[in-house]
């Protein structure tokens, strides 16, 4: 087994573009990478990250709905994807961190807010959220 | 510091996947509309409207198996909406989401991530 080491790894041609064998094909690496996530205690009075990549501040904008907002910006809004979870200290069920288009930011460039959802139909706040972000950066 | 340029990188027996130490790349993701058009996408080569909030996607590089993490979310700003992975439409070249407004499936926009090994 090889091994490179490096401190940084860029495109010869393009410098946004490498490739990597993955199985038995090739394709994009950075397309893969997350570009930015978080996780963060988000119900207490101010919202608190725990740690995270690519985000300069989380703001609590209601009963379970927060706006997050990234360093580097995304190449265009709404042409990248997300996902989270949510675990709720002191409550069985599960609960989804969806889209929330009512913030002032839906899946912009610079942002987005997100809502937490209980399996009771109704928004809260919540211990541990997680969020994760794919696409490409301005 | 250190920089390597490269445009490919690939194992040193020419073929092997390449491991990033310690981490993983996700090897597809999607965000689609209400009609699983694709806003954006990684190796995704189409999506399907299967019905009522009922979506799948064909993926450019299948993976080694069924048995990949795939995550789900909808666009929503309502508590009543949400997403769920569709295990009866997932196989290793599909992803599958459907959307919901409570028990009843609901045509939403949708993200779609995958991880795990290609074939």
Known sequence: ????????????TAAGSVTITAGSATQSLQQGLNKCWLNFEGDITTPAIRDSLNTSSLDDIGTGRYRVKYSNNFNAA?????????????????AFV???????????????SISVTRHDNTLGDADQVSMLLTGDLA | MSTLKADTIVA??????????????????????????????????SGTDNGTGDYSYALSNAFSSGNF????????????????????????????IETSNNTTNSDKEHHITAHGDLA
């Not at chain 1, 490096?6 to 495109?11: R, S, W």
């Not at chain 2, 993490?69 to 599958?96: C, E, F, M």
Request: aromatic share 4%; proline share 3%; net charge positive.
């Open chain 2, 12 to 45: 040193a027996d020419g073929t092997s996947p390449v491991t990033l130490t310690k981490q993983s790349a996700a090897k597809a993701w999607v965000n689609g509309s209400n009609s699983a058009v694709l806003s954006a996408s990684f190796s995704i080569s």
């Open chain 1, 78 to 94: 709404k042409e990248y994807a997300g996902g989270g979870m949510t675990i709720r200290s002191g409550q069985s069920k599960g």
């Open chain 1, 98 to 112: 969806s889209q929330d288009s009512q913030g002032n930011l839906n899946f912009a460039t610079n942002g987005t």
């Open chain 2, 69 to 96: 993490a795939q995550q789900s979310t909808s666009g929503s700003n309502s508590p009543t909406h949400s997403a769920v992975s569709n295990p009866d439409r997932i196989t290793s070249s599909v992803l599958a």
């Open chain 1, 1 to 12: 087994m090889s091994t490179v080491i490096t401190d940084n790894l860029t495109g010869k």
